[in-house]
């Protein structure tokens, strides 16, 4: 097992630097804004802008430049500066992490919360008006845009400006330690919000799988034992059809870790997410090249998790 | 794109911009029928804490460096420049740090200037300033490191400055604590003495400030220290990154304990500032709008704008002279290279129809030179009447008119039917893509065939408009906000051949007139205001004769905020509200 | 078998399955008892509805789209009639089931011993240890080596007789008075085959249960059996004590199954003999006697009549459903016993003519 891992980590490293080179080349090859340029302004002699790039350290090659990050990130640990605020890289990955775990963590426990006895619920009571419901709510929750459904939620419940004012609005969002009474009211929102499309998906995911597991044969044997019909449903049916739901929100965590941009911005909470936005708009190419990569990172360990939880979870796949 | 097509989608467009078109009646043609534009800012409330939502982050905290709008707000409120304007008097510089009026030499080769006394550092420098403050302030605009854009442009004149790399200048002499002395080698005084506005001039410890700026790029702008009312919180040490500034999040300005009100006309009745960065428009404008003590520092979406001005026309400031818009025309590669066609382009276009989309009379005048309200010599050149040429005279187009001129271009059918297609490059966002598809219909009445990409506006100007090489014909959203009033900042670098560089290029027209070149080397050297007013009128009127570019709308920048917000609109700066003039009721 | 000593009747079972393209019949008039102690032995190929006879006694078919009737008698007590509770407490406890693929019927993600515990636990009030107890106790019982480790092993951890066994337990768990086997050795090497109905022989007489063994195979029935029932197209076509079904079968469909069976017995080079054409389909079946279009010695009439179960001159205990006459039914069966073809055999019946060379 330890061996194994360690393989896929060496692996992960492999593929982050990939990852990094190829930002580092739609960066520079495709046709985004100059950061340079950005900086000075329509106004800059060409004198300038040469300053400004020197001092940027834009004018040295592609695969030098790229060397000195790399080598920086790797001896010392420096994700280098940000051409906008001269804060450093790490520094404001850290800042804005704990908005996107915050943000992350509760949308996942909110949409499993939901999920789970939605999904199992539509597949006992299959064909009722309970699935149909059920399913016709999913497939609203996956269509409705998460940028759109934002808007509506703020247009609606937010307390400054909408119809029904409940809950805190965009901008509300005040660090944990801060004050954990306005960080919970300010995030309610934007986690149903994000979890809405997770919910639709993995009820009807789960549905689908718990249908499928129902008419196994083990399940046929549980009932022929005699359990009871809420054992046979949850110890044996819950257990086999949840596997695969594990695993996929394991991927969907690592995902969304990496910065949920849509909930992010209409709610301007200050997570990875605007963070990587930002520096798009900006042309920050440091602050890009660090969002990315921890977003890279957060997938691979998400999927190396992920292996091993599926492992964990059906014994069958270890042999393998 | 097919004619009826396009057709279709600018009555779609205009269908639904008419819905946002604010009648004419009611209000009146300058002030945008709102309350509140011309505010001196005297009496208002002392106390409370303004909060600003913007979308965008400040650019740069550094007075060397930074050049937007927004940050010119923020800095107007922590630094004093030599001399500033007054909220509501966007054409006369009044001194700030200044004592006095400056002194210019009659050959106007030198520029003296007194500076007050008793005007003290904000914490951690916390000394009085001196004019070798304000010495250091400017050469370090020339440290590679700082790299100030505008620097060799204003101050290059000064003795010394083409050497300079941040070290001295021989030509900026301190004779005493509270005296500067610019020694040129050019006649530029006056230019220069209104260019001290630019936060430039605003003074920096250099004990304080050499360790920071010896680092590439600067870091002063994480430390900066204020010498206005208010300051940017900070450490013990001066740090204001992770105090006063979170990156991306929020800005903190605060009173200068320092500050001392007698040495200054600003009220400063705020306590403090707060900015919430990273909202969108359009729900930060509806909280400014139905919130307390806010103001908006974006340009609010179009819906907003309608509704603040049916609704709360009190929290609406349309400021005039934000800025002009104009289309302009490649004159170094065909088609546009012929002068006929160019005017025939410009009599061709309904500069009412592109007011009228982006909202109506309130968002501006229709142009017909280059030169807007406040700026010095506007009224020289013919003020809102225009210059007299025939193919600016009616704002509705001529399309007559624009067939003869194609005919004189020699094109008998009154129509293009050369063989270029026009690239046409307009900005992406609503209004700003109708206003190129406008044009780009125009030119296809003219008989053009034209390819319209729209695109982001970080690539608007470094990927196409501003990059020679990219070849595009027509840039319908470009404009030019002036960076002081003298005429100069706004032609200058639009129209002089002198500033056609491979890349970042401002003269996007490429326009290349040697009488109208020769014209502005000599404006630059004119000594006195009214002298220069005059002077850069006639290149205006010049610079129109030659249909390099169409100018079509003279902006009235919307503001918003909140009810109980006494906002005194910055009118030389976009109508931002003024944080050392502003108060909450 | 009187009432008394039935453990299991099962008396005109019909069920029925509301599909899309129609009412499928799936088990159309069965009727069967099984006594303590006694085996009976359900034969057929798939589809002939003996694994839904079998699960429908269980009380495991229920839904909407399902039609039963008939009865189903557990010691007297009607199954089909029963509430959902009551099955719940019968099911596992008094009358337990063996399925076919131990691999796919039993949970894979769940310990073997853990499932055994809560088959247990399901229908007694005893704690965990108690239970794990029990659980080592069933699985030395039905002779897994090294049965305390075997206890924490997965499913597919354990070879194929192996889980057999540890399913057989976990039906015998709560010591069942009848237990159904539904195919338990087809999954299985022919080696563990024999070591499985010989421990399924063992523990029905240990507990004295009434079984139920179902299969398509006629050489497990000839072990195990003491008494068959064969079944086609969701009828029994022929019921009678092992050893006289295979001495003198009486069915047609019986002949066939009996010689497409190899056998030791049989000479070297003789030809084994398929019955011919499929089963029938369930939505339409044929009409008349169910089996004429595949049955070699079929008559017009056979096409229109369709025959009762009814027993024969010689007992009641052996019952056909055919409308062959029992005498020349016999002289078919000698014919077919000694080597004869289908053709030849009916050749030879119609009309005295002599037996066809080889």
């Given at each position: ?35 340079a340029?950005l ?83 539509a ?33 609606l419940?937010?307390?400054d ?7 805190p ?17 300010a ?25 499928e597991?129902?008419s ?13 019909e ?20 394991g ?11 849509l ?10 997410g ?18 990315v990569?921890?977003a ?25 | ?8 989608i ?17 209000s ?40 937007s ?40 080769r ?7 006394r ?13 004019a070798?403050?304000?010495?250091y ?24 400055a ?12 301190t ?9 040129l080698?050019r006649?530029?005084?006056?230019l ?20 920071l ?20 919180e ?64 974006d ?48 009599a ?16 501006g ?38 067939r ?15 063989d ?79 500033y ?51 100018p ?6 919307p ?5 109980d ?8 700066n ?12 | ?47 002939s ?12 078919v ?10 189903v008698?557990l ?16 099911r ?25 515990e ?52 976990m039906?015998?768990?709560n ?18 085959q024999a ?23 006629l ?19 022929e ?59 079929v ?36 014919r ?23």
């Amino acid at each position: 097992m330890a061996a194994y891992i360690l393989r896929r980590v060496l692996w992960g490293l492999v593929l982050l630097v990939l990852v990094s080179a190829l930002t580092f080349v739609v960066f520079y090859v495709l046709p985004s804004a100059d950061p340079a340029q950005l900086r000075a302004g329509r106004s800059a002699s060409p004198e300038t802008l040469a300053q400004i790039r020197e001092s940027l350290g834009l004018n040295e090659s592609l695969p030098s430049q790229f060397w000195t990050f790399l080598t920086s990130l790797m001896l010392h640990a420096d994700l280098g500066y940000s051409y906008f605020s001269g804060a450093s890289v790490g520094s404001l990955l850290i800042d804005r992490l704990p908005a996107t775990l915050a943000l992350t963590l509760g949308a996942l426990v909110l949409w499993l919360l939901v999920a789970v006895p939605v999904g199992v619920l539509a597949a006992v009571r299959r064909g009722t008006w309970v699935d149909k419901l059920t399913t016709g709510g999913a497939v609203l929750g996956i269509s409705m845009p998460v940028y759109w459904l934002g808007l509506v939620a703020l247009y609606l419940f937010s307390d400054d400006i909408g119809l029904i004012p409940l809950l805190p609005g965009a901008g509300a969002y005040v660090p944990l330690t801060e004050d954990p009474g306005a960080w919970f009211a300010a995030l309610v929102l934007p986690w149903l919000v994000l979890a809405s499309t997770f919910t639709a998906v993995y009820a009807r995911l789960l549905r689908g799988n718990m249908i499928e597991v129902l008419s196994e044969d083990y399940v046929r044997t549980a009932r022929a034992k005699g359990l009871s019909e809420r054992r046979v449903v949850l110890r044996h049916g819950l257990r086999a059809a949840a596997t695969p739901l594990v695993t996929l929100a394991g991927l969907d965590v690592g995902l969304l870790l990496g910065g949920a941009v849509l909930v992010e911005t209409v709610f301007n909470i200050p997570g990875i997410g605007s963070l990587s936005y930002d520096a798009i708009v900006n042309a920050d190419y440091p602050v890009i090249q660090g969002t990315v990569l921890l977003a890279a990172c957060f997938v691979i360990v998400a999927n190396i998790v992920v292996d091993i939880l599926y492992a964990y979870l059906d014994p069958r796949v270890r042999e393998a | 794109m097919p004619h009826s097509l396009v057709r279709a989608i600018l009555l779609g467009v205009l269908s639904v911009t008419a819905a946002l078109v604010l009648a004419a009646c009611g209000s009146s043609g300058d002030d945008g029928g709102s309350a509140a534009t011309v505010d001196s800012g005297k009496d208002g409330r002392r106390g409370g804490t303004l909060t600003l939502l913007t979308s965008q982050d400040v650019a740069n905290l550094d007075p060397g460096i930074t050049y937007s709008s927004l940050d010119l707000n923020m800095l107007a409120a922590t630094q004093r420049t030599l001399y500033k304007y007054a909220p509501d008097d966007p054409s006369n510089i009044q001194p700030d740090l200044a004592a006095g009026p400056p002194q210019v030499s009659p050959d106007g080769r030198t520029l003296t200037v007194r500076i007050r006394r008793a005007v003290r550092f904000g914490p951690p420098v916390n000394r009085e300033v001196t004019a070798r403050d304000v010495k250091y302030a400017i050469e370090r605009g020339f440290n590679p490191n700082v790299a100030n854009p505008y620097a060799p442009q204003y101050y290059g004149t000064v003795v010394g400055a083409d050497r300079a790399s941040g070290g001295p200048i021989a030509g900026i002499e301190t004779p005493d604590d509270h005296t500067l002395v610019f020694r040129l080698t050019r006649p530029t005084a006056s230019l220069l003495a209104e260019a001290t506005i630019l936060p430039l001039s605003a003074p920096v410890p250099q004990e304080y400030a050499r360790p920071l700026d010896a680092r590439s790029p600067s870091d002063y702008g994480n430390h900066v220290v204020s010498s206005g009312p208010y300051m940017l919180e900070a450490d013990r040490d001066g740090r204001v990154l992770g105090t006063g500034y979170g990156p991306g999040r929020s800005l903190r300005l605060v009173r200068n304990p320092n500050w001392e009100a007698s040495t200054d006309e600003r009220p400063a009745y705020l306590d403090a500032i707060e900015w919430r960065i990273g909202g969108r428009p359009g729900v930060s404008g509806r909280q400014v709008l139905d919130g307390e003590g806010m103001i908006l520092g974006d340009t609010p979406p179009p819906a907003l704008v309608k509704r603040a001005y049916q609704d709360a026309r009190d929290q609406i400031v349309f400021s005039p002279g934000a800025g002009n818009r104009y289309v302009t025309l490649n004159t170094a590669i065909p088609p546009f290279d012929d002068e006929n066609v160019r005017k025939a382009v410009a009599a061709a276009l309904d500069r009412e129809q592109m007011r009228r989309i982006r909202g109506g009379e309130v968002v501006g005048d229709v142009a017909s030179h280059f030169l807007y309200p406040g700026v010095l010599g506007f009224e020289e050149a013919g003020g809102q009447e225009g210059t007299g040429v025939d193919f600016l005279a009616e704002p509705r187009g001529d399309m007559e008119l624009a067939r003869e001129y194609m005919r004189r271009a020699g094109y008998a059918d009154g129509r293009y039917d050369g063989d270029e297609t026009v690239q046409v490059v307009g900005l992406a966002g609503a209004p700003d893509d109708a206003n190129a598809q406008i044009v780009d219909q125009t030119l296809q009445e003219l008989g053009f065939d034209t390819n319209l990409r729209i695109v982001d506006a970080s690539v608007y100007y470094s990927r196409f408009c501003a990059l020679p090489r990219a070849r595009v014909h027509v840039c319908p959203n470009v404009g030019w906000i002036r960076d002081f009033a003298d005429p100069q900042t706004v032609l200058n670098l639009p129209f002089n051949g002198a500033y056609i560089f491979p890349e970042n290029s401002p003269n996007i027209s490429q326009l290349d007139d040697p009488a109208i070149n020769r014209a502005m080397a000599r404006g630059e050297l004119t000594v006195g205001t009214d002298e220069r007013a005059s002077a850069w009128a006639e290149i205006d009127r010049m610079v129109i004769a030659t249909a390099a570019a169409v100018p079509w709308l003279w902006d009235k920048q919307p503001n918003l905020s909140a009810e109980d917000v006494r906002c005194v609109p910055q009118l030389w700066n976009q109508g931002h509200c003024d944080f050392s003039y502003t108060s909450i009721e | 078998m009187s009432d008394a000593e039935a453990v299991l009747r099962v008396e005109d079972l019909r069920v029925a399955f509301d599909t899309r393209d129609g009412l499928l019949q799936a088990v159309d008039g069965v009727s069967f008892a099984v006594a303590r102690g006694r085996t009976l032995g359900i034969v057929g190929e798939s589809g002939s509805g003996k694994t839904v006879a079998a699960t429908t006694a269980m009380g495991l078919v229920r839904g909407a789209r399902v039609r039963t009737s008939g009865r189903v008698l557990l010691d007297g007590e009607d199954l089909l009639g029963a509430s959902p509770e009551r099955l719940r407490a019968l099911r596992g406890a008094t009358i337990a089931m063996v399925f076919q693929d131990p691999l796919s019927a039993l949970h894979p993600l769940l310990r073997v011993g853990a499932q055994i515990e809560e088959a247990v636990r399901a229908h007694r009030d005893v704690g965990r240890a108690a239970a794990r107890a029990r659980t080592l106790e069933l699985l030395e019982h039905v002779a897994i080596p090294d049965a305390r480790r075997r206890r924490d092993a997965y499913p597919h951890e354990l070879s194929g007789g192996m889980r057999q066994r540890a399913m057989i337990a976990m039906a015998l768990a709560n010591e069942p008075r009848v237990l159904i086997a539904d195919e338990p050795t087809t999954a299985l090497d022919v080696t563990v085959q024999a070591q499985i109905l010989a421990l399924l022989r063992r523990l029905r007489d240990e507990l004295g249960m009434a079984m139920v063994l179902i299969t398509h195979d006629l050489g497990v029935v000839a072990e195990t059996a003491d008494e068959v029932a064969v079944m086609y197209a969701g009828r029994i076509v022929e019921q009678a004590p092992a050893a006289e079904l295979f001495a003198a079968p009486q069915h047609p469909y019986t002949w066939g199954l009996l010689r497409s069976t190899p056998r030791l017995e049989a000479a070297v080079g003789a030809d084994l003999v398929a019955i011919p054409g499929r089963p029938p389909s369930l939505l339409q079946p044929p009409s008349g006697c169910r089996f004429h279009p595949r049955c070699p010695y079929v008559r017009e009439r056979h096409r229109e009549v369709d025959p009762a179960l009814e027993p024969l001159a010689a007992g009641p205990d052996h019952r056909v459903a055919c409308l062959l006459p029992e005498a020349e039914r016999q002289a078919l069966w000698a014919r077919l016993a000694a080597g004869a073809t289908p053709e030849q055999a009916r050749a030879a019946a119609a009309g005295g003519s002599e037996e066809a060379a080889r």
